[in-house]
Antibody, heavy 120, light 108 residues
């Protein structure tokens, strides 16, 4: 069973950069598929943020392009998300997930999520 | 692509049938329409892919149908564990992923 686990600070100050890492187990990122981040503001719906392939290919949400960077570290079987110049609107639970894209059109494995609060 | 889910909230009793709608702003491929269930404090769980294919371990009371712009998730007989929020999702070349705003199925 593929497992994903998010890690990173739970509190970030406005205008700073939010950094999160997702560690994948029981599956090698290099074996294929994309790997993505999805966020959910408190009490609201799901928003896809970005996805990355082990080759380095990336996709970003149009609403966040310019502030978001996603990267992959195959040696540690991890991928990461940076969101710069954060505001209170970036407060959310951030999930990482396996993104099967055009292969199967779904996100089949998810982490448990980590709450990131933007506040001074 | 905008996905509009209706109703926003569905109030039903255990044993009843739930019908959830997901409407796309333009025609989409049924191969790339998925449904997820989310319970409070939990990550979303994949229920259905490619409009009608149940994910591993999903009971057959969950079924999906549709084509073009109109898609439906049906729960034939609601069990207590089914009261949750349900999201539809679509994959495309750009933007890669779109979610509907969700339908909450609550106990009447």
């Amino acid at each position: 069973q593929v497992q994903l686990h998010e890690s990173g600070p739970g509190l970030v100050k406005p205008s700073e950069t939010l950094s999160l890492t997702c560690t994948v187990s029981a599956y090698s990122i290099s074996s294929g598929f994309y790997w993505g981040w999805i966020r959910q503001p408190p009490g609201k719906g799901l928003e896809w943020v970005a996805s990355v392939h082990h080759s380095g290919s990336t996709y970003y949400s149009p609403s966040l392009t310019g502030r978001v960077t996603i990267s992959v570290d195959t040696s540690n079987n991890q991928f990461s998300l940076n969101v710069s110049s954060v505001t209170a609107a970036d407060t959310a639970v951030y999930y990482c997930a396996r993104d099967t894209g055009y292969n199967f059109g779904n996100m089949d494995f998810w982490g448990q999520g980590t709450l990131v609060t933007v506040s001074s | 692509i905008v996905l509009t889910q209706s109703p926003g909230t569905l109030s039903l009793s255990p044993g009843e049938r739930a019908t959830l709608s997901c409407r796309a702003g333009e025609r989409v491929s049924s191969s790339y329409l998925a449904w997820y269930q989310q319970k409070p404090g939990q990550a979303p769980r994949l229920l259905i892919s490619a409009t009608s294919t149940r994910a591993t371990g999903i009971p057959d009371r969950f079924s999906g149908s549709g084509s073009g712009t109109d898609f439906t998730l049906t729960i034939s007989r609601l069990e207590p564990d089914d009261f949750a929020v349900y999201y539809c999702q679509h994959y495309s070349s750009s933007p890669r992923w779109t979610f509907g705003q969700g339908t909450k199925v609550e106990v009447k």
